[in-house]
């Protein structure tokens, strides 16, 4: 799990150099607006969003696992960091994001950057664009010029609240808000190379520092009138972690940790895609994790990687982790050299910069086009959705992993057969028969019962009820298990139980088609030494054969019950 910069410092050149240093520049550029907003909505102030920025980005380029990714604070945060900040504060914000750093490591140690993946796309989608929906609530206080001493952190609360105060609302922080969001949509029309987001901010700044100077109008709110920036690198500051705090942020932590190894993982595929290359994502875990322990030392939020400002860094030629590096130099000197001018910057442009990052957040086109899906997989969206706007990302997470594994559990359920058969098989649409009759006579006394799907503790139920319902008792019971992928410690004890009951009853178990995985499992038990290896059958074939042996055997030792059942 060696970091992608040390791979490419290997065939690193000087033309190399001088791409990763424009695509640096450009991205740290970009960063600026949206480090300051992220830290403004996560209920911290501006120069810990940049801080974040600056320590994040630059630790994820150094130590991670993708040559193109740009690390550092995200929308889909702001949520879970404002909700711990109004209830813990920032030291408690501080433990729950090391907690998290500590849960990435683990995750990439344990190579767990491959399960991450598979994670339900409804569950993406619907903590997705229930964020975007949260941040858009987040901004109406700034967006109107309301003056309101504390929002709630509940989304109807919030939305209460709004209504009334809406008499306090005034224009020019809108007219700011408006013009600030419409030049970040219009400005990509004249050129892509300098983002809307730096010329919406840079422009509204201007105007209202000139308005405000001129007519003594303070009704649009700055980020100097709000907080008392700091233009220097924190000192590091001890944790105070406590088993108290632990337990109480335990939740936020894994949703943190979760939220990141997600949009991180999904940020350096997305850039796979483009470059033509591949990341390694546990060691792209290791970096987010290492560098969440690092940043709350020094009061920075959590950190992941960014697909916005990913894109930014391919699009301006970025080549290999050193643009990243650059990023964050450029950020720190943007906060040692022009930190003060950054206290002109209006409140109701920020809150335009994230009206825009909530809709591209958003995704509706994909959410109404999952609408569309099976029951199951819309059900885990609104869930999700819902309880993300409604009540906590945390519980969103943990609920909407949980339906769609119930869900997943039930499919895998319905899918999955047991039949039995007595008198005749039709074999004509199979491809493992070992002779050509499409047709094979099942003897007397012998049954064969046939799974049809991995054997695990969802369908275990199943073959226990299609056993009860079997009152007849066979000499021979054949388990055809061709199509078991699979079988866990609750199948495998449906299983003895089943050999067990009928031992006692003298009949005999032969298994038919046993893969290797499976065959290993029942080893492992004692399973097959208590049934026999002689009654462990390649194919139905075999085990037909071994079954009419078994019956003759049983007739040789039992004639006259033989005599008397015919």
Same mark, same amino acid.
């Given at each position: 799990?060696?970091p992608?910069?040390?791979i ?12 990763d ?19 403004i909505?996560s209920?911290?102030?501006?120069e ?10 630059f630790?994820v380029s150094?130590?991670?696992?993708s040559?193109?990714q740009i690390?550092?604070?995200?929308g ?5 960091v ?15 994001t ?8 683990l ?8 399960v ?22 987040t901004?109406?206080?700034d967006?109107?010029g309301m ?9 109807i609360?919030?939305w ?22 419409a ?15 730096l /010329? *919406?901010?840079?422009?509204?700044? %201007? !105007? ?5 100077? +001129?007519? @003594? ?6 980020i ?6 700091s ?14 705090a ?5 939740s ?20 796979d895609?483009?470059?033509g290359?591949?990341?390694n ?7 987010q ?8 030392i ?23 982790? /050193? *643009?990243g590096?650059?990023?964050? %130099? !450029?950020?720190?000197?943007?906060l040692? +050299?022009? @930190?003060p ?7 109701a442009?920020l809150?335009?910069?994230l ?9 509706w ?12 997989d ?22 909407g ?10 499919r ?22 070992h002779?050509?009759?499409?047709i094979?006579?099942i003897?007397k ?28 008792k066979?000499?021979?019971r ?5 199509k078991v ?21 003298g009949?005999t178990?032969v ?12 080893e ?33 030792k ?9």
């Amino acid at each position: 799990m060696k970091p992608a910069l040390l791979i490419s410092l290997k065939t690193y050149t000087k033309e190399k150099f001088l791409k990763d240093l424009m695509a640096g520049v450009i991205v740290g550029i970009v960063a600026l607006p949206l480090a300051i907003a992220f830290g403004i909505a996560s209920g911290v102030t501006p120069e810990k969003g940049l801080i974040t920025a600056i320590l994040g980005g630059f630790i994820v380029s150094l130590l991670g696992g993708s040559t193109v990714q740009i690390g550092g604070p995200t929308g889909a945060f702001i949520v879970v960091v404002y909700g711990i900040v109004q209830n813990y504060g920032t030291e408690g914000l501080a433990v729950a994001t090391l907690m998290a750093g500590v849960f990435l490591l683990l995750m990439g140690l344990f190579k767990l950057g491959s399960v991450i993946r598979f994670i339900p796309y409804p569950i993406v989608v619907g903590f997705t664009s229930g964020i975007a929906v949260t941040i858009f609530s987040t901004q109406i206080k700034d967006l109107f010029g309301m003056q309101i001493d504390k929002v709630p952190a509940d989304f109807i609360s919030k939305w209460g609240t709004y209504f009334q105060h809406i008499n306090t609302a005034s224009v020019a922080p809108f007219i700011v808000g408006i013009l600030s969001i419409a030049i970040i949509v219009l400005f990509p029309r004249i050129t892509k190379k300098i983002p809307g987001s730096l /010329v *919406a901010i840079i422009f509204m700044t %201007l !105007v209202v520092y000139f308005y405000r100077r +001129f007519t @003594g109008d303070t009704s649009i709110e700055t980020i100097g009138d709000r907080f008392v920036l700091s233009t220097t690198m924190p000192q590091p500051e001890k944790i105070p972690i406590t088993m108290s705090a632990i337990n109480q942020l335990l939740s936020s932590a894994f949703t943190i940790a979760m939220l990141g190894a997600i949009e991180s993982l999904l940020s350096a595929t997305v850039a796979d895609g483009v470059t033509g290359k591949r990341h390694n994502s546990n060691t792209e875990l290791i970096a987010q994790g290492v560098a969440n322990m690092v940043v709350p030392i020094f009061g920075g939020i959590p950190v992941t990687g960014a697909i916005a400002r990913t894109m930014t860094n391919i699009n301006n030629g970025g080549k290999t982790p /050193v *643009a990243g590096l650059i990023h964050a %130099l !450029v950020l720190l000197l943007i906060l040692l +050299f022009l @930190g003060p001018l950054t206290k002109h910057i209006p409140m109701a442009c920020l809150a335009g910069v994230l009206i825009i990052v909530a809709y591209n957040m958003s995704e509706w086109r994909t959410f109404l086009s999952l609408l569309k899906n099976p029951k199951s997989d819309v059900a885990v969206l609104l869930v999700t959705f819902l309880l993300t706007v409604f009540f906590d990302l945390t519980i969103a997470i943990e609920l909407g992993l949980l339906l769609a594994m119930l869900l997943f559990m039930k499919r895998m359920v319905d899918t999955t057969k047991v039949s039995v058969v007595k008198d005749a098989m039709d074999l004509s649409h199979e491809s493992d028969v070992h002779e050509r009759e499409e047709i094979l006579i099942i003897p007397k006394h012998v049954e064969v019962y046939e799974i049809d799907g991995p054997f695990f503790f969802g369908v275990a139920s199943k073959f226990d009820e299609c056993m009860k319902q079997m009152r007849d008792k066979p000499r021979v019971r054949i388990i055809r298990m061709r199509k078991v992928p699979f079988m866990d410690s609750t199948g495998l004890h449906n299983l003895e139980s089943f050999f067990r009951l009928s031992a006692r009853e003298g009949i005999t178990i032969v298994l038919s088609g046993v893969n290797r995985r499976v065959r290993t499992m029942l080893e492992n038990s004692g399973l097959i030494q208590k049934i026999g290896q002689e009654n462990i059958c390649g194919h139905i074939n075999q085990a037909l054969e071994r079954a009419k042996e078994l019956s003759a055997l049983h007739i040789s030792k039992h004639p006259t019950k033989h005599t008397e059942q015919q």
